[in-house]
């Protein structure tokens, strides 16, 4: 009995997962008040393991797609400075809306105390505690000289089994090899994802058994923020089609709403590239070859979406722990969300897994991270079209003026 649950909870969509922890974790935290806070522990080791995560798997998907992209000529440093400017403004729009906003301002959280607990081991003698306190804050710490041998039996553990199904796989090239270490690396991260509803449920049942509702209304208000944000962005985008190509805003939207679509149901701007590219290609009448660079190169490094979130959730959540971030950890927080969103994988909820870079920089509390994961199965799904949005936009632009291939359309 309780494995067919085990099996019927994983059979569900993550997001429902996530709404029916979101569930528990008010009812479980109303029932226990205070003493529901121990339960924000599994959270933050499920952070703790996505924060070790991240630098391997930013560091992959860059090697791999510089690797792989076929780049070149004038068109490509077009791109790159398309690129950058569109990123730039993307975090532009998301701080200046979170600014003038302020959705997280008056909630007023604090910290739990057990997640100091959990990182002062020597005051806790809890054995319980003290074990988890091994699992590895990064990938290769445990290798070199923080000594965690309980780190490296994780480690390995993992790798191990996540390289069980590669063992018949032959490696005849160096980019045979980056292939399989993305692989690799996001197939443990599914497995980390796969128990983020524990991390939901937990957080939350601590959060409002200890410091009740007022996190919730803030959160509304940042949904709204951010669809606010990413409609000024896709605004944006629209206009600069507008001058600077032969398209017409109108056009784009109506041949590229396949790839818009598929980009809000799978949340995976990777999974949705060749809809766009044939989108662009045979809807739009985009040349072959600007379609390509927007839509099948850039769309590696474009996550103008990605960006804009990441920065308005490290502002969000500062505001919500009355923490004021000046101007220069504002600036921090652009520069990590640009590198956040190159690194970030085109893949469903990679941006959570970047977004721990950007609070690291900061020094914003990665246990609150899963309060944006109540709502993130959703704001992906938003942030994955704007990001599909500006691979269509760069395709455009490096189409430019000159009337596209016409004779495409069907
Ligand atoms: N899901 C997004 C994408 O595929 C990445 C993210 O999580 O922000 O583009």
Not at 66 to 88: C, P, Q, V
Not at 117 to 138: C, H, R
Not at 269 to 277: E, G, K, N
């Amino acid at each position: 009995m309780p494995l067919t649950l085990f099996a019927g909870w994983y059979r569900l969509p993550l997001y429902y997962q996530i709404l029916l922890a979101l569930l528990l974790g008010i009812v479980v935290g109303v029932a226990w008040g205070s003493d529901a806070a121990v339960l924000a522990l599994p959270g933050k080791l499920i952070l703790r393991l996505l924060g070790a995560l991240a630098p391997p798997l930013i560091l992959a998907a860059i090697v791999h797609t510089l690797m792989t992209a076929e780049f070149g000529g004038r068109d490509s440093l077009k791109l790159a400075r398309l690129l950058i400017l569109n990123t730039l403004v993307a975090i532009f729009i998301g701080l200046s809306v979170a600014n003038l906003i302020q959705p997280g301002v008056g909630a007023d959280l604090v910290v739990p105390a057990t997640h100091a607990d959990i990182s002062q081991k020597s005051a806790n003698p809890n054995p319980l505690v003290t074990f988890l306190d091994n699992v590895p804050k990064s990938l290769f710490g445990p290798l070199g000289d923080d000594g965690k041998v309980i780190g490296v039996i994780f480690i390995g553990v993992a790798f191990g089994i996540a390289l069980r199904s590669q063992r018949e796989r032959a490696i005849g090239t160096a980019e045979d090899l980056a292939e399989l270490a993305l692989t690799t690396l996001i197939r443990v991260l599914h497995w980390i994802i796969a128990v983020v509803p524990l991390a939901v449920f937990g957080i939350i049942a601590s959060i409002v058994g200890t410091q009740g509702f007022g996190g919730f209304k803030a959160l509304g208000l940042f949904v709204a923020s951010v669809i606010i944000a990413l409609t000024l962005q896709a605004i944006y985008y629209l206009t600069r089609i507008r001058f600077g190509s032969w398209v017409r805003p109108l056009m784009v939207l109506r041949g590229t709403r396949d790839a818009l679509v598929t980009a809000f149901s799978t949340a995976s701007s990777t999974a949705t590239m060749p809809v766009t590219f044939r989108c662009l290609r045979d809807q739009v009448g985009i040349r072959e070859k600007s379609a390509s660079l927007g839509a099948l190169v850039g769309a590696n490094f474009n996550n103008d979406g990605t960006a804009l979130y990441e920065a308005m959730a490290a502002l969000f959540i500062a505001q919500m722990l009355g923490m004021q971030l000046d101007l220069q950890q504002q600036i921090l927080v652009v520069l990590t969300s640009v590198m956040a969103s190159v690194g970030a994988a085109g893949i469903p909820e990679a941006g959570l897994v970047t977004m721990t870079m950007v609070f690291n920089a900061v020094g914003l509390p990665l246990q609150f991270i899963p309060i944006l994961l109540t709502v993130d199965w959703f704001l992906d799904r938003c942030r994955t079209a704007i990001n599909v949005m500006g691979d269509i936009n760069v395709s455009c632009l490096i189409d430019g003026k000159r009337t596209g291939t016409l004779g495409n359309k069907p």
